[in-house]
């Protein structure tokens, strides 16, 4: 009996350490700003809830002028060298950060005067915000919270005609939607998989990856940004052996490879179709501009139960990058891809982001 007793406790004992090894929220670990926070502390910590490639955050803040002031600046140190050779994924980052505050400094009562400065691909192209106290925003605070990157398979249902208008709005024509249906869908299914699983093996590509996957609960905590068991999907049972046994060298073997890639094709095979956004040329210019409509267009998605999943490995690989440009003949340049559905809920976010002090400095 006391055998049998003990074993219970045992197996009580390693549920509960299992159930909290693994950060499955980012409540766990983030804390949104208290009562006593300034206005500008907490619009640049919604601003800091923006979709970015990996979750590398590559962002600085400088606070100026009371607060009047706010430069956007690009961390480099923080670049996927890689995947985004040209810093398209950088700077689309630096723009969904953009979109975030200003939507929260409308919530707060602000008007923003946006302005980007330099053309260069360096620190020195920077997004300068300048607000202008007004009257609060019909603005969602709640949505900026929620959104998320949501990585389960979706709904094959097509997506309504009001909810793609609805997406699509005030996006300057830079956004498409392209249905499951139509065969341009499913060509962007199949090239989305082939790149993705050419990308997987290889070595260079393994190795960036690694770099920012946090499997340990203390790894996460510690640097608070790249991606979580959660953040890429893996949830449940496996989540939590994956979280107490896993090391970011173990993200490089086959069997992890290919696990990915099989989601991967899971991903690309349900969803209800794709969005594009495109803009005339390349750019750093056109590339915020891209993170602001993408960033805009994933908050919609949040308030139409719609999962949205940016999926750029088409664009991230040369070969693939210049077929589908042509193939789908698009006036431009594709900038973005992300697959889009309806799904029945949302879970709870789970990218967890650093602390405001260490990125904003004051001057």
Known sequence: MRKI?????????????????????RKNVVKAPNIKESEINKIIWYASLAGNSHNTQPW??????????????????RKLKVVDPTSRGLFISIGAFVENLCQASSYFGYETEVAVSGKEINENCTVKIKLHKSKKGNVNISTL???MTLRTPYSKNSIKKEDVNTLLTDTDNCAKFISMDNIQGKYIAAKTLEAYASQSVRDDAK?????????????????????????????????VMVSLLYKQEDSKKESFVNKGIENAKN??????????????????????KTGRIYQRINLRCRDLMIGMHPM????????FEEESNKYLNINGKIQFVARIGYVDKYPQPVSVRRDIKDFVNVK
């Open 267 to 288: 991903q690309t095979e349900n969803c209800g179709g794709w969005l594009l956004i495109v803009t005339e040329s390349d750019s750093p210019g056109n590339w915020i």
């Open 207 to 239: 190795n960036e990856l690694a770099e920012w996957i946090r499997f340990s609960n203390k790894h996460v905590k510690e640097k608070k940004d790249g991606l979580t068991t959660a953040g890429m999907g893996i949830n449940g049972f496996a989540g």
């Open 312 to 319: 750029n490995q088409m664009i991230e690989e040369p070969k």
């Open 60 to 77: 600085k803040v400088q606070v100026e002028q009371g607060g009047s002031v706010l430069t956007v600046i690009p961390d480099f140190s």
């Open 145 to 147: 919270e929620q959104r």
């Open 5 to 25: 007793t003990l074993i219970k406790l045992f197996s009580k004992t390693l549920l509960v350490l299992m159930l909290t090894s693994c950060i499955a929220t």
